[in-house]
């Protein structure tokens, strides 16, 4: 099979936070097309593809053995971060997961509190649940980004234990700090995205009577980044 694997913009804006000659885990993976494309580019010196399903991990065992990795990709079947730890990967990786899961994941894996440990997360919703949690939790946002992907902005975040928590604004959450802090046309569509969303939620909110506070809060910032 040809020796090179073209990732997606959104597997790529992931791939490009891994460190060189980190030990990958691949959390859910796709394919395992994550783990082969950087095995591949000589960026990791191993790696072990994980999935909760049958079915995903006996197709990226066929795409690991397709491109002859069987000796650098192990597999597992597993719940989310569990049997992860006797791999002892540097750098996890756990994408298309809504936030809340992602941080649920996290939290019940305390091998992973270890600053030696670079956590690289693409939440599908909530962002703001998974920021929220890793700030409360010890983890420091290194960096982070946003894609464009078929029309959609994704967002991926790259977190380190460090033992101390950090404060974010409600919008900063939302978006990123370091996102906002470079602007950029994808930040202002994730913000139209987001003023949409608080405004159907705030419609919603006084139709039903209920304190609308905290969208009018949200929704006056997110406006102040246009």
Not at 46 to 58: K, W
Not at 118 to 123: A, E, G, W
Request: charged content about 30%; overall charge negative; glycine content about 8%.
């Amino acid at each position: 099979m040809n020796k090179a694997l073209k990732l997606s913009k959104r597997l790529r804006a992931a791939a490009d936070l891994v460190r060189q000659d980190a030990y990958i885990a691949d959390v859910g993976t796709d394919h395992a097309y994550l783990p082969i494309a950087l095995c591949l580019e000589g960026r990791v010196k191993g790696a072990v593809a994980s999935d909760i399903n049958e079915g995903p991990i006996l197709r990226a065992r066929e795409h690991i053995s397709a491109y002859g990795l069987d000796t650098r990709i192990d597999t597992v079947l597993a719940d989310g971060l569990d049997e992860i730890g006797v791999y002892k990967p540097t750098d996890i990786l756990i994408l298309g997961m809504g936030g809340e899961l992602i941080a649920n994941i996290i939290s019940r894996a305390s091998f992973v509190k270890d600053g030696a440990i670079r956590l690289i997360l693409q939440p599908m919703t909530h962002p703001e649940i998974l920021r929220r949690f890793l700030l409360d939790n010890g983890y420091a946002i290194i960096d982070e980004n946003l894609v464009l992907e078929e029309k959609k902005v994704y967002q991926v975040i790259c977190a380190e234990y460090t033992g101390e928590t950090q404060e974010y604004s409600d919008v900063e959450l939302l978006l990123g700090k370091k996102n906002i802090e470079r602007g950029g046309e994808l930040l202002l569509m994730s913000v139209e995205r987001f003023i949409s969303v608080f405004s159907e939620r705030l419609r919603g909110k006084k139709m039903s009577g209920a304190d609308t506070t905290e969208e009018e809060k949200i929704l006056a910032e997110l406006e102040e980044l246009k």
